[in-house]
């Protein structure tokens, strides 16, 4: 029989009650045991919603109150010394994840200690803590081994899971090495690190476990014939050690390609691959996986809200089973689940206000059920199913036919796009000195990335006006006095460049859907972004146009504000890609070619309203790069063109900034270069300088603002740690081409440690004039 199965499940409940738990326990209104007996209702309810489904193998171990990753690392004993003298908890665990911060009491000495860095993981807007190996690393099971624990907890309830665990080899390959341990191979760890998967195993066994699936995520990129060989000899170690489980190797976002060619005699039971990203693969993974392992298939977009078109899965599937039987497929989405929101059953408004779009998706409970049709079918034919069939069907060809997604105009218009629109008037060493010229700024110019504090009362207001309790204009007034106020206390902190703060804005992405044609938004369409923050992508159906100026009134306003120059804010087309749900039944490329015709649009106005400096934010074009670098050239070509569209229309004394998160930036260098922004501020502050090398190994001759401080921790670092942060910049950058900044938007901070982060922020800027002078 074929099996309904499923690779994880969101972890942050059907209205965000994890997120609400954790934050409550870090302003100290619940227990550790509290939060502990919440999660354990919070994943019985997941598993019997997936029980409901009719799901046969279900995972558990997949949930998380911060990060699966660093709950992998902590089950292994995988702790950064500088946070061994803390208690085992979860204050010791959210610490890794945030760093923490306390002041000195008469019982206890002061606490100070950096976050680990933490990384996008893969091409996601998911965010991973990275674990950090020394040379002298030692491994061990954590008293309260937090796999088996679960698993004991679903079979308590009558519901026989299959554990999830993150595989050796992905383990040590998306990890570093601590600053302590430069020139560690993370490969020479594994003979230390196996024997502790093999006792984990054991542990799993003896609870009762038979199926196990082991992520090795690392199989969808490019890795040497070497890291494939020790793929081969530890899995092989592995299944001899624990004769009792069967494991199922996980790969996803991506194909899996040659790396399938330890599998066949490698001893696990079978393997899941990603048919949504790349159905291709199929025929190559049959006839590269032995006579007895089964297949996973993953069918079901895992990473999108859309319905699955089921008769073109189901064709699919009946391939694999006609080559295999049905006794060795599986049915499955794409990946785990984390990267879709929980449930249609709270879209209300949606399915009452807009049923025919409504009525095209698909979250994470309906995507369950999705997988149980197509087993279904599958073990008993396609009319035990049909009426499901036949109203899926329906759905999909109705959103085919619909008049909602397209628009003429807009077609048109990318049809008469030219090359000279993709291209600066002049290059970036004469911008420069017409822009020095024109808006001089001290030496090492200050500025910040875009956000202020989203505060209560900020978020109180937005949801008055939203429900209809107060009207436009008293929600505009208020929205004028938050501006004020940010731009007071931007000028008593001396900072040179300003923003207005955004507090009109909920999301760096859904603020600009708003206002955009195209976009359509759900009520709790919320997926895991980092921590315990939320991020609910606005979904793309339609071909995107603006109608309207979408910031210049705000923007305006500051700046009349002020006699310093005020930033101009916007979201670039490939992050508003990126971080919404998009339209597949259109090219990504053409997509995002849109939203740079509209981006670009607002950009002029800004001009034209004579804001100078203008940023176009692509915090998410490193993480949309394809797996394979095969594949790297034609989105970087897309991708980039469409910044250039969105930016290029300006004069020369216009100062177009971007700004990029947490990036592997040597696999997109020449792309970066070619962006052509007069400005780049990037994440930095938990790179070890590793970012910095690559600017000055490629040669980067505009101007650069790494971040000085983590704005994703709440601890305030002190002017001396930040100012070592630049002299280790100087070593890089030219001094003439430094930015002092933060690492990114400050929204999700607070007012007290904003001031004074900044307030030692601007103090380097000082410090380093004064240097120089």
């Known amino acids: 029989m074929v099996q309904a199965t499923n690779l994880g499940f969101p972890r942050i409940g059907g209205q965000r009650e994890t997120k609400k738990l954790v934050e409550n326990f870090w302003a100290g209104k619940i227990t550790e045991q509290a939060l502990d007996e919440a999660a354990v209702k919070l994943r019985a309810e997941n598993w019997k919603l997936q029980q409901a489904?009719?799901?046969?193998?279900?995972?558990?171990?997949?949930?998380s109150f911060y990060d699966h990753v660093l709950d992998h690392a902590v089950m292994f004993n995988v702790i950064p010394q500088r946070f061994r003298h803390l208690a085992d908890g979860h204050e010791r665990n959210f610490a890794i994840g945030r760093g923490i911060q306390k002041p000195a009491t008469e019982t206890q000495e002061k606490v100070d200690i950096e976050a680990q860095e933490m990384k996008k993981w893969f091409d996601t807007n998911y965010h991973y803590i990275v674990p950090e190996f020394e040379t002298n690393q030692t491994f061990h099971l954590s008293a309260n081994v937090k796999t088996v624990q679960e698993f004991n907890e679903a079979k308590a309830l009558g519901i026989h899971t299959r554990p999830v665990v993150l595989g050796p080899l992905s383990f040590l390959l998306l990890g570093k090495t601590a600053k302590n341990s430069t020139g560690l191979d993370l490969i020479s760890l594994l003979p230390k690190v196996l024997?502790?998967?093999?006792?984990?195993?054991?542990?799993?066994?003896?609870?009762?476990?038979?199926?196990?699936?082991?992520?090795?995520?690392?199989?969808?990129?490019?890795?040497?014939?070497?890291?494939?060989?020790?793929?081969?000899?530890?899995?092989t170690?592995?299944?001899?050690?624990?004769?009792?489980?069967?494991?199922?190797?996980?790969t996803y976002f991506g194909r899996i390609g040659n790396?399938?060619?330890?599998?066949?005699?490698?001893?696990?039971?079978?393997?899941?691959?990603?048919?949504?990203?790349?159905?291709e693969q199929l025929e190559h993974v049959i006839a590269n996986i032995s006579?007895?392992?089964?297949?996973?298939?993953?069918?079901?977009?895992?990473?999108?809200?859309?319905?699955?078109?089921?008769?073109?899965?189901?064709?699919?599937?009946?391939?694999?089973?006609?080559?295999?039987?049905?006794?060795?497929?599986?049915?499955?989405?794409?990946?785990?689940?984390?990267h879709a929101p929980v449930t249609l059953r709270f879209e209300k408004r949606l399915a009452s206000k807009n049923p025919e779009l409504f009525d095209w998706l698909a979250y994470s409970e309906e995507k369950c059920k999705e997988v149980h049709i197509i087993a279904h079918a599958l073990n008993h034919g396609a009319d035990s199913v049909k009426a499901d069939l036949a109203d899926n069907a329906r759905s999909i060809e109705a959103r085919r036919v619909s008049p909602h997604t397209t628009n003429a105009a807009v077609r048109q218009r990318l049809e008469a796009i030219k090359p000279d629109q993709l291209?600066?008037?002049?290059?970036?060493?004469t911008r420069q000195i017409e822009q020095h010229k024109a808006n001089p700024l001290p030496a090492f110019p200050t500025t910040t990335i875009g956000s202020f504090p989203q505060t209560k009362e900020i978020r109180l207001a937005r949801a008055k006006f939203t429900k209809g309790e107060i009207d436009a204009a008293t929600y505009h007034d208020f929205i004028k006095k938050e501006i004020a106020f940010c731009v007071k206390e931007q000028e008593e902190l001396k900072i040179d460049v300003l923003v207005h703060g955004e507090a009109e804005r909920n999301d760096m992405v859904a603020y600009f859907g708003e206002r955009l044609e195209g976009y359509i938004f759900s009520e709790n369409g919320w997926i895991a972004s980092y921590g315990s923050r939320c991020v609910r992508p606005p979904i793309i159906f339609g071909d995107v146009h603006r109608v309207n100026p979408m910031t210049i009134t705000e923007t305006v306003y500051a700046q009349s504000l002020t006699k310093k120059p005020m930033k101009g804010m916007l979201t670039g087309p490939v992050t508003c890609l990126q971080w919404s749900f998009v339209r597949d039944d259109i090219p990504r490329s053409v997509v995002c070619t849109q939203l740079a015709l509209a981006i670009r649009d607002e950009v002029s106005d800004l001009e034209k309203a004579k804001i100078v400096h203008i940023q176009v934010d692509e915090p998410a074009i490193r993480e949309g790069l394809?797996?394979?670098?095969?594949?790297?050239?034609?989105y970087l070509q897309w991708a980039v063109d469409a910044f250039l569209l969105s930016t290029t229309g300006v004069n020369d004394t216009t100062v177009i900034h971007t700004h990029m998160c947490y990036s592997d930036f040597q696999d997109i260098?020449?792309?970066?270069?070619?962006?052509?922004?007069?400005?780049?501020?990037?994440?930095?502050?938990?790179?070890?300088?590793?970012?910095?090398g690559a600017f000055s190994t490629h040669g980067y001759n505009a101007e650069i603002g790494p971040g000085v401080f983590d704005i994703h921790s709440p601890r305030v670092p002190s002017t001396h740690e930040m100012k070592e942060r630049a002299d280790a910049m100087l070593k890089y950058i030219p001094s003439s081409n430094l930015w002092i900044n933060p690492d990114c938007g400050l929204k999700t901070r607070g007012w007290k440690e904003v001031r004074e982060s900044l307030t030692n922020m601007v103090a380097v800027a000082e410090a380093l004039r004064a240097a120089s002078a």
């Not at 060619?261 to 159905?279: M, N, Q, T, Y």
């Not at 699955?308 to 599937?317: D, G, V």
Request: with cysteine.
């Open 53 to 63: 489904q009719g799901l046969s193998q279900i995972p558990s171990g997949d949930f």
């Open 195 to 235: 024997p502790v998967y093999e006792e984990l195993f054991t542990q799993l066994a003896a609870a009762g476990a038979d199926w196990v699936q082991i992520d090795e995520p690392i199989l969808s990129l490019d890795i040497s014939d070497a890291v494939v060989a020790h793929f081969h000899a530890t899995y």
């Open 237 to 250: 170690r592995l299944t001899a050690a624990a004769p009792k489980l069967k494991f199922l190797i996980a």
């Open 259 to 279: 790396n399938v060619s330890f599998i066949k005699d490698s001893g696990v039971a079978g393997l899941h691959i990603d048919l949504v990203r790349a159905p």
């Open 291 to 338: 006579q007895t392992q089964v297949l996973s298939l993953g069918l079901i977009d895992g990473r999108n809200i859309w319905k699955t078109n089921l008769a073109a899965a189901l064709k699919l599937a009946e391939t694999a089973v006609a080559a295999l039987g049905s006794q060795r497929v599986f049915i499955a989405p794409s990946c785990s689940l984390l």
């Open 423 to 429: 291209r600066r008037r002049n290059v970036f060493p």
């Open 626 to 634: 394809p797996l394979r670098t095969v594949d790297f050239d034609f």
């Open 669 to 692: 260098f020449q792309a970066i270069r070619r962006m052509d922004a007069d400005v780049l501020t990037i994440e930095n502050s938990k790179s070890d300088e590793r970012i910095l």
